[in-house]
């Protein structure tokens, strides 16, 4: 169980969010100090937190994408074996957002599907899942599947009250304003214009929210102020009933220039291509095509955002449409023509990749279902350890090749006694702090077991690629985590269980070689390790 101090966990989140501010440097120096001090602290979880806001802020930063992409990869292993769910759940959907930089759509649905299965147990914490909720909108909304990603809004809305910090806050309210202009922007293209109206006034209303929310970056409340004024003047435009050049709204328009300035100062590749390509579309619908052409904008750098990529080049044409009024000849026609059925396929083509988001969201969660049983049916619901039904399949498994392996028998002195004099609370509880001293000994490729009643169970093995334990050495390995159990108990407060309680164990040990020249060894070697937890029990006894 990971056991970091909450406020360590908040600040990794903090970092995150400082990341995608205006001075990301400091806050990866940050994340980097955090990251020494949590692997010297031995919090994994805070470490791995971490190295997330750091390979978050190279996706932001466009490094090489091999590079993103191995960081990403390991991100994920790491998770993995940390068993947090809610951290494999952040692993995978930063992975998603790396795999839409790239275009790779399937990968995207995979890892976001994934990370949201993850994340829909109640019981975890709620700032990781909000953090899950809000990265994977990300990673879908380069995609254009908005109404997933509102309802992805919708939940991290939620669960925001019941955040350490509520850092995801801004980022919700920032990006659900993006969202309504990039969904009208597409709108449009289509045709749909009421839809498109109906959006950009959902689009104010999501202005109006963030305007009273802690937005910290500048950037962000930079764009938030742009789409304020820009929504404004669209929807006039639109909604103009005798479309004049004179009905232009000058202080408007001279606003977002100001605002068009300020966001081309700090380097912003989402909002800025949106704004030139709706005041060039106002524009034109109020009859100034002539300095339409003057808002158009230029190339769009990378950007997650599709409707940054395309709502342009589909203003420019309407724009240079206008210009060859009376005499358009028939290759722009053709060519309007062609834009249209674009727009249409490509409108049919994001819902069928919503439909296939949800149906692998669904079958992530059935997948993940069947894996809880099959875990649970293999655990011990009092101490969380493996059990004796996952003893028994090792006993009757035989290694592919040969494998030294330790076997430690553990058996609590008198416990009958601790039942009879404290009572059987007490005595369950006794029994889950023997459980977790015994989980804290195990390393990767150890195994703790809960037998039944008192009894445990821990195999070390030695996996002949990674050679963590030397064969020769694996007895003294044993013999040396039955000393530090021992010494771990005896430094156990157990009055705090009740009063007057006090727990020893006895500890049997063995050592074989495993493999399919020896059949039977698995048994051999439990018999060993409990003749000698007999005689570890015999001089106990006698000692007392």
Known sequence: ????????????????????????????????????????????????????????????????????????????????????????????????????????????????????????????????????LVVCAAAYNSLSLWELVDELYDRASALAPSCEEPVQEAAVAVNRVLLRLEWSSVLLELGEEQAAVEQLQRCGEAVRLAAVTRIRPTLWRLDVAACGDLVAFVLAALQEPVPTSSAVPERLLARLHRHREALAGGDDVEVLPLLGAFVALGLLRLGDAGRAGDWLPGPVRQSTSSGARSFPAWVRAQVLSARAAGHADDALLALGEYGALVARSRWSARRGTLAAARSRIDGERVSLEHRVLARDVLLDPLTGLSNRRCFERWLASVPEQDRPTALMLVDLDDFKLVNDVHGHAAGDETLRRVGGLLAGLVRPGDLALRLGGDEFAV??????????????????????????????????????????????????????????????????????????????????????
């Open 459 to 544: 195999l070390l093995a030695v996996d002949r690629e990674a050679g963590t334990i030397p064969a020769p050495d694996l007895r003294a390995t044993a013999s040396a985590r039955a000393v530090a159990l021992h010494e771990a108990v005896a430094g156990t407060d157990w009055t705090d269980v009740a009063a007057g309680l006090a727990v020893t164990l006895s500890v049997g040990v063995a050592v074989a070689v495993l493999g399919p020249r020896s059949p039977g060894a698995a048994e051999r070697l439990y018999r060993d390790a409990d003749a000698d937890l007999y005689r570890a029990k015999g001089w106990s006894l006698a000692a007392g």
């Open 1 to 132: 169980m990971l056991s970091s101090p909450p406020a360590a966990r908040a600040h990794a989140y903090s970092l995150m969010e400082a990341v995608q501010g205006e001075a990301p440097e400091d806050a990866v120096a940050g994340l980097e100090a955090l990251e020494r001090e949590a692997l010297r602290q031995g919090w994994p979880d805070v470490a791995l937190l971490a190295q997330a806001g750091r390979v978050m802020h190279a996706l932001l930063d466009g490094a090489e994408p091999g590079r993103v992409g191995s960081a990403l990869d390991g991100l994920v292993t790491r998770a993995e074996a940390l068993h947090a769910p809610e951290l494999l759940g952040v692993a995978l959907a930063l992975r998603a957002v790396g795999a839409a930089t790239r275009g790779d759509g399937a990968a995207v649905l995979d890892d976001a599907g994934r990370a949201l299965a993850l994340v829909d147990d109640g019981s975890l914490p709620a700032l990781d899942r909000c953090t899950v």
